[in-house]
């Protein structure tokens, strides 16, 4: 039994570039289902298991106290925000130069997770600012260019919904989030450059980390069930775009027949 | 299809397949257009005519299946005359054909009156009519060296003499060894073998 | 457990009211996340069921054939 | 494969806009009439003490230069557009990259020239410094040579839509931001006695990057947008 999953699994890997070419719609939804079954579950407990331990367990910072546990909502929303805008620009740039269906069905499903991860990432940052800084709102740079990604996302999905010929709209979302990905490094080191009062970023992945471990590790941890969230999030968007763009096929009819008639 | 093997075709589509708006405009339409031919494109309005054209001479790239291969220059003219109201008929046309390098001012002068727009030469387009404005954009026929011309509707609002005039000069060109695909509502008088391609009845002759 | 008792954990002196909308927001969000799209897979599917216009296949790409 | 004469084409390309725009001096002065009556507003809306406006004339000037250029950049393709003179433009022979690049050119000189050279007036309105002036022109001159590429990329992709006007500032605004902050910067450097070449060559390296890379993407949006 166990070594026909491996074989499967081989065959799958060596059938790979013959799929990832037609990267057929009924293929991607099979996966899609099969991968969500076990990540979805294995994310919500991450994700409950990480807010338990930095809210309950790890001590309170000397200098900010408890407020400070905000931090493992905002730098993971942070985090998988600006990766989120990576990942629609680069299917985008698939979208747009091997013109495949399923990348522009990506890019669109990743747009409104993107948004949102931005904006709990721009409303944490305010949260955590009233107790730090006494304001509601400060212009710092962390949140500034947080602000600005949030507006990057909202042009874009503005783009999307501008155009009536929605293959058009992919192409031209494509464009625009090439356009984005290329400034955000310039956004980000401009904003910091301009206002340089926010303490600088706590993690320094490559360098050694300015908090002790016992906060770290609950944050690596959301970190790591952010990005799952957000792979999970944007593989459920996938699924019903595709649905809907399918819908006219016939293995989307037989689909709906299955699924509909046990639930009837 | 049966054409001139020996030179290769000089605009060649394989299964194009448009769907618009959940209709399929055509299906799995392949021809070849060799030097020589002059293709009519029929079909009743929203058949795709003006869709198709696009797609031959690569203005729309995308929103389609199947692949166009267009080895030779190509002119395209649209419904839209592409004059600037501001300019004169000769800045427009002159600068129409600067992309394919420098025409004298008596070769414009030459194609303007050709299509009846001698004398108005300097006058800001604004002041002269539509079938003006579209003559304007026919005069680059005359000047053009490009094999391959893609012509959508060339004959609407135009009078009748400029049509006879356009006809002689498409079976000019044709019979000099260029191609022309065009489509017209009109039954076109010309002596030279004419291919239809029905939008509606996939591919004939 | 760094806090002691339920109400210093709802406190957190002084910063639990921070905190915890931050956390009820953060759980909105990620509730509005997933849910959604599950709901609005569900809406697609019975509103095939309900009326399944199948035109002849049109856009069948030749790989779903080998499945 | 480009046609022979492609610096010709690109200077007739050049020439014919100006000629267009020449031909209407009413649109070239919109701007600058524009520029001049969002100034008048500063003094209305935050009292007529000179100190204070001198205090953040550097920052508002900047800001009402990029509007005004976002108000132009919106309409830099429509007219060309719907009269099928843009559709000729992408089936020319002559690589696409070169004439948008000679496109937007046309459009800077006719807005962001002009802007550059009259804001000195405009800073005399909000009382700034003399010794900035220069710096005023120079950021001005680079940083709305920057946005009018920025510019044409959201006037690309926005070009066939029927409500696109909003949509384009939209979309760009955000690409604004790192200019404004250099642009502003530079001249608030020059008002505090502070030397702007640092500023002022940043907003260089941004004009690079931007005459680089800019065309592809206007390139881009334009033949997706042609071909909606």
């Given at each position: 039994m166990f070594v026909r999953r491996i074989a499967r699994c081989i065959i799958a890997v060596a059938m790979w570039p013959i799929f990832h070419k037609f990267g057929s719609p009924p293929w991607l939804y099979a996966i899609s289902g099969a991968i969500l079954r076990w990540m979805l579950p294995v994310t919500l407990i991450l994700l409950v298991i990480g807010a338990v331990w930095g809210l309950m367990f790890s001590p309170a910072d000397f200098r900010q106290g408890n407020s400070y546990r905000i931090m493992y909502i905002h730098v993971p929303a942070a985090v998988v925000a600006l990766a989120g805008y990576y990942v629609m620009a680069l299917a985008g740039a698939i979208n747009l130069i091997w013109r495949?269906?399923?990348?522009?069905?990506?890019?669109?499903?990743?747009?409104?997770?993107?948004?949102?991860?931005?904006?709990?990432?721009?409303?944490?940052?305010?949260?955590?600012?009233?107790?730090?800084?006494?304001?509601?709102?400060?212009?710092?740079?962390?949140?500034?260019?947080?602000?600005?990604?949030?507006?990057?996302?909202?042009?874009?999905?503005?783009?999307?919904?501008?155009?009536?010929?929605?293959?058009?709209?992919?192409?031209?979302?494509?464009?625009?989030?090439?356009?984005?990905?290329?400034?955000?490094?310039?956004?980000?080191?401009?904003?910091?450059?301009?206002?340089?009062?926010?303490?600088?970023?706590?993690?320094?992945?490559?360098?050694?980390?300015?908090?002790?471990?016992?906060?770290?590790?609950?944050?690596?941890?959301?970190?790591?069930?952010?990005?799952?969230?957000?792979?999970?999030?944007?593989?459920?968007?996938?699924?019903?775009?595709?649905?809907?763009?399918?819908?006219?096929?016939?293995?989307?009819?037989?689909?709906?027949?299955?699924?509909?008639?046990?639930?009837? | 299809m049966s054409g001139d093997p020996a030179s290769s075709p000089l605009l060649a589509s394989q299964s194009l397949c448009l769907i618009r708006g959940g209709r399929e405009l055509f299906r799995e339409l392949s021809f070849e257009v060799y030097a020589g031919q002059l293709w009519q494109i029929e079909g009743l309005n929203g058949a795709g005519k003006t869709s198709l054209i696009r797609i031959l001479c690569g203005l729309s790239r995308f929103g389609f299946e199947g692949e166009v291969v267009c080895n030779s220059p190509l002119l395209y003219l649209g419904h839209q005359p592409a004059v600037k109201a501001l300019l004169t008929p000769r800045e427009n046309l002159s600068w129409h054909v600067s992309g394919d390098g420098l025409h004298s001012n008596t070769q414009i002068e030459s194609a303007l009156a050709r299509v009846g727009l001698s004398g108005y030469e300097d006058v800001p387009c604004h002041t002269l009519s539509a079938g003006q404005h579209r003559r304007v954009n026919l005069a680059r026929l005359f000047l053009s060296e490009a094999a391959l011309w893609l012509l959508d509707e060339p004959f609407a609002a135009i009078d009748k003499e400029g049509v006879d005039e356009l006809q002689t000069l498409l079976t000019a060109h044709v019979k000099a060894g260029g191609a022309v695909v065009m489509t017209s509502h009109q039954a076109l008088q010309v002596n030279c073998d004419v291919r239809f391609l029905n939008l509606g009845a996939g591919v004939a002759a | 457990m760094y806090f002691d008792s339920l109400h210093a954990l709802l406190t957190m002196d002084g910063h639990g009211a921070y905190v915890w909308l931050v956390y009820l927001v953060a759980l909105a969000i990620i509730a509005l996340l997933v849910v959604a799209p599950i709901r609005r897979r569900k809406q697609v599917l019975q509103q095939l069921a309900a009326q399944p216009n199948h035109v002849q296949p049109v856009a069948v790409s030749p790989s779903a054939k080998e499945l | 494969m480009s046609a022979p004469g492609t610096l010709q084409f690109c200077i007739r390309l050049l020439r014919r806009q100006l000629l267009l725009a020449v031909r209407r001096p009413i649109e070239i002065s919109n701007p600058l009439v524009f520029f001049a009556m969002v100034v008048a507003l500063f003094p209305l809306g935050l009292g007529p003490a000179l100190e204070n406006l001198a205090g953040f004339a550097a920052g508002t000037l900047w800001i009402i230069a990029l509007l005004s250029n976002l108000l132009t950049s919106d309409a830099v393709f429509r007219s060309d557009f719907e009269d099928g003179s843009l559709e000729q433009l992408l089936l020319s022979p002559q690589p696409l990259y070169l004439s948008v690049l000679a496109y937007i050119g046309a459009h800077w000189l006719m807005t962001g020239l002009l802007l550059a050279l009259a804001s000195p007036v405009f800073a005399l309105l909000l009382?700034?410094?003399?010794?900035?002036?220069?710096?005023?022109?120079?950021?001005?001159?680079?940083?709305?040579?920057?946005?009018?590429?920025?510019?044409?990329?959201?006037?690309?992709?926005?070009?066939?839509?029927?409500?696109?006007?909003?949509?384009?500032?939209?979309?760009?605004l955000p690409l604004y931001m790192p200019v404004l902050i250099f642009g502003s910067a530079a001249v608030q450097g020059a008002v505090s006695g502070i030397p702007a070449g640092p500023y002022l060559a940043i907003l260089a390296a941004m004009l690079c990057l931007a005459i680089a890379l800019a065309p592809l993407a206007i390139a881009a949006g334009l033949r997706i947008s042609i071909d909606a």
């Amino acid at each position: 039994m166990f070594v026909r999953r491996i074989a499967r699994c081989i065959i799958a890997v060596a059938m790979w570039p013959i799929f990832h070419k037609f990267g057929s719609p009924p293929w991607l939804y099979a996966i899609s289902g099969a991968i969500l079954r076990w990540m979805l579950p294995v994310t919500l407990i991450l994700l409950v298991i990480g807010a338990v331990w930095g809210l309950m367990f790890s001590p309170a910072d000397f200098r900010q106290g408890n407020s400070y546990r905000i931090m493992y909502i905002h730098v993971p929303a942070a985090v998988v925000a600006l990766a989120g805008y990576y990942v629609m620009a680069l299917a985008g740039a698939i979208n747009l130069i091997w013109r495949m269906k399923m990348a522009d069905v990506a890019m669109k499903a990743a747009a409104p997770v993107g948004a949102a991860f931005t904006f709990l990432a721009l409303f944490s940052g305010a949260v955590w600012g009233k107790p730090t800084w006494g304001a509601w709102w400060v212009w710092d740079a962390r949140v500034t260019s947080m602000l600005i990604l949030l507006f990057l996302y909202l042009g874009v999905v503005a783009l999307y919904e501008a155009f009536d010929n929605k293959e058009a709209a992919g192409k031209a979302c494509a464009v625009l989030s090439l356009v984005g990905m290329v400034n955000i490094p310039i956004i980000y080191k401009s904003v910091d450059w301009w206002y340089s009062l926010h303490q600088p970023a706590s993690i320094k992945l490559t360098g050694e980390s300015t908090i002790d471990p016992s906060m770290l590790y609950p944050l690596l941890l959301m970190i790591a069930a952010f990005y799952a969230l957000f792979t999970c999030c944007l593989l459920l968007n996938m699924r019903v775009e595709l649905l809907r763009r399918e819908s006219r096929t016939h293995w989307v009819g037989s689909l709906a027949k299955r699924e509909c008639s046990d639930v009837l | 299809m049966s054409g001139d093997p020996a030179s290769s075709p000089l605009l060649a589509s394989q299964s194009l397949c448009l769907i618009r708006g959940g209709r399929e405009l055509f299906r799995e339409l392949s021809f070849e257009v060799y030097a020589g031919q002059l293709w009519q494109i029929e079909g009743l309005n929203g058949a795709g005519k003006t869709s198709l054209i696009r797609i031959l001479c690569g203005l729309s790239r995308f929103g389609f299946e199947g692949e166009v291969v267009c080895n030779s220059p190509l002119l395209y003219l649209g419904h839209q005359p592409a004059v600037k109201a501001l300019l004169t008929p000769r800045e427009n046309l002159s600068w129409h054909v600067s992309g394919d390098g420098l025409h004298s001012n008596t070769q414009i002068e030459s194609a303007l009156a050709r299509v009846g727009l001698s004398g108005y030469e300097d006058v800001p387009c604004h002041t002269l009519s539509a079938g003006q404005h579209r003559r304007v954009n026919l005069a680059r026929l005359f000047l053009s060296e490009a094999a391959l011309w893609l012509l959508d509707e060339p004959f609407a609002a135009i009078d009748k003499e400029g049509v006879d005039e356009l006809q002689t000069l498409l079976t000019a060109h044709v019979k000099a060894g260029g191609a022309v695909v065009m489509t017209s509502h009109q039954a076109l008088q010309v002596n030279c073998d004419v291919r239809f391609l029905n939008l509606g009845a996939g591919v004939a002759a | 457990m760094y806090f002691d008792s339920l109400h210093a954990l709802l406190t957190m002196d002084g910063h639990g009211a921070y905190v915890w909308l931050v956390y009820l927001v953060a759980l909105a969000i990620i509730a509005l996340l997933v849910v959604a799209p599950i709901r609005r897979r569900k809406q697609v599917l019975q509103q095939l069921a309900a009326q399944p216009n199948h035109v002849q296949p049109v856009a069948v790409s030749p790989s779903a054939k080998e499945l | 494969m480009s046609a022979p004469g492609t610096l010709q084409f690109c200077i007739r390309l050049l020439r014919r806009q100006l000629l267009l725009a020449v031909r209407r001096p009413i649109e070239i002065s919109n701007p600058l009439v524009f520029f001049a009556m969002v100034v008048a507003l500063f003094p209305l809306g935050l009292g007529p003490a000179l100190e204070n406006l001198a205090g953040f004339a550097a920052g508002t000037l900047w800001i009402i230069a990029l509007l005004s250029n976002l108000l132009t950049s919106d309409a830099v393709f429509r007219s060309d557009f719907e009269d099928g003179s843009l559709e000729q433009l992408l089936l020319s022979p002559q690589p696409l990259y070169l004439s948008v690049l000679a496109y937007i050119g046309a459009h800077w000189l006719m807005t962001g020239l002009l802007l550059a050279l009259a804001s000195p007036v405009f800073a005399l309105l909000l009382n700034l410094p003399g010794q900035a002036l220069g710096t005023l022109v120079m950021s001005l001159l680079l940083g709305t040579a920057v946005l009018s590429l920025l510019g044409g990329i959201g006037a690309a992709l926005t070009v066939g839509l029927k409500r696109g006007g909003m949509l384009t500032s939209l979309l760009i605004l955000p690409l604004y931001m790192p200019v404004l902050i250099f642009g502003s910067a530079a001249v608030q450097g020059a008002v505090s006695g502070i030397p702007a070449g640092p500023y002022l060559a940043i907003l260089a390296a941004m004009l690079c990057l931007a005459i680089a890379l800019a065309p592809l993407a206007i390139a881009a949006g334009l033949r997706i947008s042609i071909d909606a």
